[in-house]
């Protein structure tokens, strides 16, 4: 139980272009979505927190109108990633917390290669 | 403030040696504890947690982790190391009780390498 997928795995775009990624929960309500980046080597950095029929709340230095966050329903976040540049090219997890999910666990996706050219 | 220390940024070991990561945190509540792994190119797999109970936790993998409140620390061991555990560990800390928005907290990581 408890899957979160994310799709596409892999993008490569050219530069200009809008990229949307899905983070989908499977088997339970995501009530709260959180998005992550994640440079070469480097930790998961904390973009958005993102909760289903409201805005997303953005990290500081996180452009917003950059990195649109939907989330619709209660299983399926997406990030839109507009007018994408090379600089923009990174690994970005998604992960979802849900109604009776116990503590404060994450499950997080298998995340989404965006490489821009 | 809320934060996690992995001190080490990278460890090597030869196989079959035992290993441990370290992992310090800070924060003002009943932490939430984990370990995660990630594999090149891949997305994070929960290796073990703590919240309460026995502090010393078992995980997937032959994993195990002890909670130390009084030094802050959540090490992370095991006794004998297959070179398929090559592969980047992180920390990460939350509060314990369901607080909604509340996201994980992170450590910057510690890179395993196993040699021959």
């Known amino acids: 139980g408890a899957v979160v997928s994310q799709h596409p795995s892999r993008v490569i775009c050219k530069s200009g272009t809008s990229v949307k990624i899905e983070c989908r929960s499977l088997?339970?309500?995501?009530?709260?979505m959180f998005w992550y980046r994640q440079f070469p080597k480097k930790s998961l950095m904390l973009m958005a927190t993102?909760?289903?029929?409201?805005?997303?709340?953005?990290e500081q230095g996180v452009e917003k109108d950059k990195f649109l966050i939907n989330h619709a329903s209660l299983t399926l976040s997406t990030l839109t990633v507009t007018s994408a540049h090379p600089e923009d090219s990174s690994f970005y997890i998604c992960?979802?917390?849900?109604?009776?999910?116990?503590?404060?666990?994450?499950?997080f996706g298998p995340g989404t290669r965006l490489t821009v050219l | 403030a809320q934060s996690v220390t992995q001190p080490d940024i990278h460890i090597t070991v030869s196989e079959g040696a035992s290993l441990e990561l370290r992992c310090n945190y800070s924060?003002?509540?009943?932490?939430?504890l984990f370990w995660y792994v990630q594999s090149p190119g891949q997305g994070l797999q929960l290796l073990l947690k703590?919240?309460?109970?026995?502090?010393l936790v078992q995980g997937i993998k032959g994993f195990e982790a002890e909670f130390k409140r009084s030094q802050s620390s959540f090490n992370l061991r095991k006794p004998s190391v297959h070179w398929s555990d090559a592969a980047e560990y992180f920390c990460?800390?939350?509060?314990?009780?369901?607080?909604?928005?509340?996201?994980?907290?992170f450590g910057k990581g510690t890179r395993l390498s196993v040699i021959a």
């Open positions: 992960s979802a917390k849900g109604i009776g999910l116990a503590g404060n666990e994450q499950f």
């Open positions: 088997d339970f309500q995501a009530t709260t």
């Open positions: 993102s909760n289903e029929g409201s805005k997303a709340t953005y």
């Open positions: 924060y003002g509540a009943t932490p939430y």
């Open positions: 703590y919240f309460s109970g026995d502090t």
């Open positions: 990460a800390v939350g509060a314990f009780l369901n607080s909604g928005n509340t996201p994980l907290v």
